[in-house]
C-alpha cells in the first residue's frame, strides 16, 4: 500500500495523468437502434409470410416436432420451444394460451381460461395441448418450408411456416414495438375464404373484423385496418323487462369484469342508477343490471352506451415485416398477399408431387425392365462392383429409349438391392397397373398446375366444406348514431340560482332550487338588462345580477321559443321579439336588446314547445295617450334571430305587462322519421317517414312474439329486433291478427283495440307453440288462406277473407274466432279494400311555424322592426297585419 501511495506522488510530481475522453453518443444511437430493430423483428411485430411472431412460429414449430396425434403437456411444449427461443418460459407460455384461446390451430385441454370473463389459464404443467386438424392441413410442410439454425446454433428452425391461408387476418395480431406497434383485427373464417376466391376469380372484395366476444360493431369509419381508421364496438343490450337490462354479447377488448367495473364507477360518479348488477356468464355471457322504478330502461341503455365500457373505439394499424422491414398495409393488401402466397406454395407442393411422381414412374419402369429382361441374370459372372454396374447399365440400353430422363449410377445401384424374392413373385400386369397409375397421377397433377388458380380456388373451397362450420360471423354489423351524453345522463346534482346576486350553481343551497341537472351539462341564464350567457354547470358562477331566467341548456333546441318585450335605453321605446337559441359561444355574453345603455327586459317567458301566450301591455298615463291598455298575442309575431332587434310596441313608458292568457304551440307537428340502418328514431330527415307527432301521440308497436304497446317516440328509444309493426298510432283504427293458438291447435282471428295506453300487452296465447301468423292494421284488411293438401283428397281452394266481416272488435285479451278446421298451409295478407279514413281532430290547430322556418328565421339578423314603424307617430291604436307584423296608425 506505501508503494502504491508513494508510486502515485511520484507521477504527480513528475507527470500529470493523460485524461481520457470517450464519446457516448454514437453508442446509444447504434445501441437503441440496434435494440429497437431487435423488438420489432424479433419479438412484437408478426411477419406478413406467415401471420406469426417468431415465439408463435416457434412454438408451432415444437408442437409439430412433438406430435405424435396425441395431447402433451403445455409445460413439456414450453421446455421444447425453449430449445429455439432465446426467452423465459413465462413468455412463450402466454403466447401459447393466446393462440389456443383463438381456436383454430391448436385444440386445447384442460382449463385455458375465458376470454369472456377475463380468467386466466392454469398453471402450464395441468393444461395439454396438440395440433388442430386445420393447422396440420394448411400451416406445415417441411419439403417447401425454408430452414435456419436456431440461437445457439444446434438445431434448425423454419424462416416462416409454409401457411396457406391468410391467418394473421383470422387470428389477428397485436403488439408494442419500440416506436411503432401494430394491431391487427380479427377477421371472420369464411368471409377471408370467400375474399380468398374472389381475389383468384378477379373480382373485387370487401373484408370487415368478426371479435370473437361478437357484440355490435360500426365499420364505417374502418379504413381498410390502415392508421387513421376506427372501429366503435358495443356490447348488445337488451330489455329483459321494465326494470332489468341483459348484456349477452361484449365490445371487442373487454371481459365482463372489466364491463362490470366500469358500470359501477359510473354509477359511483352519478351518470347512470344502476340497482344491482347480476353476473351469471358461463359459456355464454349474461350480465343481469336491475334497474331502480321509475328509470327509462332506453335511456339508461344510451347512458351505458355513452358512461361505460359498454361502447369503445379501436384504431387499428395494420403493420406487419416483409424482408426484415415494417411495412403499414391494410387489410386488403394483406389478403390478396396471402392468397397469392398460397397460390405459390401450392404450386411448390404440385412441383415437388410432380418430381416425386415423376421420379417414382422412373424407377418403377426401370424394375420392370430389369425383372421382365432378366437383366439381373447378368452381373453372375462379373467380379467387380465397377463390373456389375456396366453389366446392368449394358442391359437396359435396349429398352429405354421411352423414359424420361437418363439413367445414374444411382439408378443402377437401387437395382441392385432388389430382393431374389421381390424378384421371384414379380407380376408383370400389376407392375403395369402400378406405372399406369403413376402415368395418371403425373397427368393429374400436369393438369392442375396449367390450371393453377382453379385449383387455387378448389383448395379454398375445400377448406370453408371441411372446417368452415360453427364458424359463422359473430359481430353484428351495424351503423351507430351518436349518443348525445347531455341527453342520457341521470340528473344527479341540483342547481340554484341567486338572482339578485347573479350566481348559478350547485353548491347554492340556501338559495333558490331551479331543477335537476348533471356535471356534463350547459346552463343558459337571462338577465333583466337583457343579456343572455350560456356557461357549464359549477358549483358556483357569476352571470349578472338580477336574473329572470335560467335553465338547462339543449344544443341545437329548435322547439323551445323564448317570447321578449324590452325597453330599449333608460327612455326608449319598447320592442317585442320572439326567437330560439340554437347555438353559441360558452362563456359569451350576448344581448339581446338593441344594445343602449339603461335597457331592460320587461316581460320574458321560455316556451319549450313555441307557445305563444297572450300579454296584456299597461301604459303610464302621460301627456295626451287615449289609449293606455291593450293586448298583443305573441303567435302574430314572427319567430327570428335572438340578434334581432324586433317589432315596436310603444314609443311611451310602459307600467306593466300583464300575462293575459297562456299560449299554445305555435310550431307544426313534428316529423319523425325511423332509419332502418340504426334502427333509431330521428328529426332529421334520415329513413323512412312515420308521420308528424303532436305532444299527445304515440307510437304504435307490434313484435312478432305477439306483444303490442304504445309508446312516447323518442330519439333515444331501442327497439326489439323481432319488431313487425311500427306506425303512428291512431286510438279507433282497429289492429287486425290471425294466429296459431298451440294450446288448442287451431287458428284463430281477432280484431281488437288498444284499451290503456303505454301498457305492453300480449294478444296472442301465451302457450309456447302458439305464434302469429299475419297482423294488419289496415281498416279493411283481407287474407288468403291457403289449405294443405290431405291424403286421398283433392286440395281445397285458396279461401280470401275479409277479417272486418269475419269478426267484430273485442278487447286485446279476447281468443277470437276460429278461423277453420282445415288443415292450413299458409296464411298471405293481401291488399286491403280500399276505405278513406276519418281525418284526425287536434284541439290546437293554431300551429303556423315549421322548425325548419324557425331555424332560417333565426338566422336573421339586424334590425326587423316595421317600415311603418315611426317613433314620432301616435301610439293611440296598435294593429297586427297579415304578415304577424305590428304597425302603428
Not at 783 to 789: G, H, N
Request: proline letters at 3%; aromatic letters at 8%.
Amino acid at each position: 500500500m506505501i508503494e502504491e501511495e508513494n508510486d502515485d506522488l511520484t507521477n504527480e510530481h513528475n507527470e500529470a495523468p493523460q485524461e481520457t475522453i470517450t464519446r457516448v453518443t454514437g453508442m446509444y444511437k447504434d445501441w437503441f437502434l440496434d435494440y429497437a430493430s431487435y423488438v420489432i423483428l424479433e419479438r412484437a411485430v408478426p411477419a406478413i409470410e406467415d401471420g406469426f411472431k417468431p415465439v408463435q412460429r416457434r412454438i408451432m414449430h415444437s408442437m409439430k416436432d412433438l406430435d405424435d396425434g396425441r395431447y402433451n403437456k403445455v409445460a413439456n411444449i414450453v421446455g421444447h420451444t425453449m430449445q429455439y427461443h432465446p426467452h423465459g418460459d413465462a413468455s412463450i407460455a402466454d403466447a401459447m394460451v393466446q393462440i389456443g384461446q383463438k381456436d383454430l390451430l391448436i385444440d386445447t385441454q384442460g382449463n385455458w381460461g375465458n376470454i369472456l370473463t377475463g380468467d386466466r389459464a392454469a398453471a402450464s404443467r395441468y393444461i395439454e395441448a396438440r395440433i388442430s386438424k386445420f393447422g396440420l392441413d394448411v400451416v406445415f410442410n417441411p419439403k417447401i418450408t425454408e430452414w435456419q439454425a436456431s440461437y445457439d446454433g444446434r438445431r434448425k428452425e423454419p424462416v416462416n411456416l409454409p401457411v396457406m391461408f391468410p391467418l394473421l387476418l383470422a387470428q389477428g395480431g397485436e403488439g408494442i414495438a419500440v416506436g411503432l406497434s401494430t394491431k391487427i383485427l380479427p377477421h371472420n373464417f369464411i368471409e377471408l375464404i370467400d375474399a380468398s376466391i374472389k381475389h383468384l376469380q378477379g373480382k373485387r372484395f370487401t373484408i370487415l373484423p368478426d371479435f370473437p366476444t361478437a357484440g355490435i360493431a360500426d365499420f364505417s369509419n374502418y379504413n381498410d385496418g390502415n392508421r387513421g381508421g376506427k372501429v366503435r364496438v358495443r356490447a348488445k343490450i337488451s330489455q329483459l323487462d321494465k326494470n332489468t337490462l341483459v348484456i349477452n354479447e361484449l365490445p371487442f377488448g373487454t371481459t365482463t369484469s372489466s364491463l362490470i367495473d366500469s358500470i359501477l364507477k359510473a354509477n359511483d360518479k352519478g351518470k347512470i342508477k344502476v340497482k344491482k348488477i347480476e353476473d351469471n356468464t358461463a359459456a355464454n355471457v349474461e350480465i343481469l343490471i336491475h334497474l331502480p322504478s321509475g328509470l327509462s330502461p332506453d335511456k339508461t341503455i344510451d347512458a351505458l352506451y355513452a358512461f361505460t365500457s359498454c361502447e369503445s373505439s379501436i384504431s387499428p394499424l395494420g403493420c406487419v415485416i416483409e424482408d426484415n422491414k415494417p411495412l403499414f398495409v391494410g387489410v386488403t393488401e394483406m389478403l390478396r398477399r396471402s392468397t397469392d402466397n398460397t397460390v405459390q406454395l401450392l404450386k411448390q407442393e404440385l412441383e415437388i408431387k410432380l418430381g416425386e411422381f415423376e421420379e417414382q414412374w422412373h424407377f418403377a419402369s426401370l424394375e420392370r425392365i430389369f425383372i421382365e429382361n432378366r437383366i439381373y441374370r447378368d452381373i453372375e459372372e462379373e467380379e467387380t462392383w465397377e463390373g456389375v454396374i456396366s453389366a446392368i447399365d449394358k442391359g437396359l440400353q435396349p429398352h429405354i429409349k421411352h423414359l424420361k430422363r437418363a439413367i445414374t449410377t444411382d439408378d443402377i445401384t437401387r437395382l441392385t438391392e432388389i430382393r431374389i424374392k421381390r424378384i421371384s413373385k414379380f407380376d408383370i400386369d400389376k407392375a403395369q397397373q402400378k406405372i399406369d397409375a403413376l402415368e395418371d397421377q403425373i397427368a393429374e397433377v400436369k393438369h392442375h398446375l396449367e390450371h393453377l388458380i382453379d385449383y387455387a380456388i378448389a383448395y379454398f373451397t375445400r377448406l370453408k366444406k371441411e372446417y368452415g362450420e360453427g364458424r359463422e360471423r359473430k359481430t353484428e354489423i351495424r351503423t351507430f348514431d351518436d349518443v348525445d351524453a347531455t341527453k342520457v345522463v341521470i340528473r344527479n346534482t341540483k342547481l340554484y340560482v341567486n338572482r339578485a346576486e347573479g350566481f348559478v350553481g350547485t353548491s347554492l343551497r340556501r338559495d333558490e332550487y331551479v331543477c335537476d341537472c348533471s356535471d356534463i351539462d350547459d346552463i343558459i341564464v337571462f338577465t333583466k338588462e337583457g343579456k343572455m350567457m350560456v356557461t357549464k354547470v359549477d358549483s358556483k358562477t357569476f352571470v349578472g345580477k338580477d336574473i329572470i331566467h335560467v335553465a338547462v341548456f339543449k344544443k341545437k333546441d329548435k322547439r323551445t321559443i323564448y317570447n321578449m318585450i324590452y325597453r330599449d335605453g333608460k327612455k326608449g321605446p319598447s320592442y317585442i321579439k320572439r326567437f330560439a337559441v340554437t347555438s353559441m359561444t360558452r362563456d359569451r355574453e350576448y344581448d339581446l336588446t338593441n344594445g343602449n345603455k339603461g335597457s331592460n327586459v320587461l316581460y320574458f317567458s321560455a316556451n319549450p314547445n313555441g307557445e305563444a301566450e297572450v300579454i296584456t301591455i299597461n301604459l303610464r298615463q302621460a301627456g295626451s295617450i287615449k289609449k293606455l291598455k291593450w293586448d298583443i298575442d305573441f303567435a302574430d309575431i314572427l319567430i327570428k334571430g335572438r340578434s334581432s332587434k324586433g317589432n315596436l310596441v310603444t314609443k311611451y313608458p310602459v307600467k306593466r305587462v300583464e300575462l293575459k292568457e297562456k299560449g299554445v304551440s305555435t310550431l307544426k307537428p313534428r316529423k319523425i322519421w325511423f332509419d332502418d340502418t340504426v334502427q333509431r328514431l330521428n328529426v332529421d330527415g334520415r329513413g323512412e317517414l312515420i308521420g308528424e307527432f303532436r305532444g299527445e301521440d304515440k307510437l304504435l308497436i307490434i313484435t312478432q312474439s305477439g306483444i303490442v304497446k304504445t309508446v312516447t317516440p323518442e330519439v333515444t328509444m331501442h327497439f326489439d329486433d323481432d319488431m313487425i309493426v311500427m306506425e303512428k298510432w291512431m286510438p279507433k283504427k282497429p289492429i287486425s291478427a290471425v294466429y296459431f293458438n298451440g294450446e288448442k291447435d287451431m287458428y284463430y282471428v281477432k280484431r281488437f283495440l288498444i284499451e290503456q295506453e303505454g301498457r305492453e300487452e300480449s294478444f296472442i296465447s301465451e302457450h309456447p307453440n302458439s305464434q302469429l301468423e299475419i297482423v294488419s292494421t289496415d281498416w279493411k284488411p283481407m287474407a288468403e288462406v291457403v289449405f294443405a293438401k290431405e291424403r286421398g283428397k283433392d286440395r281445397k281452394e285458396n279461401q280470401e277473407i275479409n277479417l272486418e266481416e269475419f269478426i267484430d272488435i273485442k278487447g286485446v285479451s279476447a281468443q277470437g274466432n276460429q278461423l277453420t278446421k282445415e288443415k292450413v298451409n299458409q296464411i298471405n295478407l293481401l291488399e286491403p279494400l280500399p276505405y278513406e279514413a276519418p281525418e284526425e281532430v287536434h284541439a290546437d290547430e293554431l300551429e303556423v311555424v315549421d322548425e325548419k322556418e324557425v331555424t332560417t328565421q333565426s338566422s336573421e339578423n339586424g334590425n326587423d322592426t316595421s317600415k311603418n314603424s315611426n317613433p314620432d307617430s301616435n301610439d293611440d291604436d296598435l294593429e297586427i297585419d297579415g304578415e304577424g307584423q305590428i304597425t302603428l296608425f
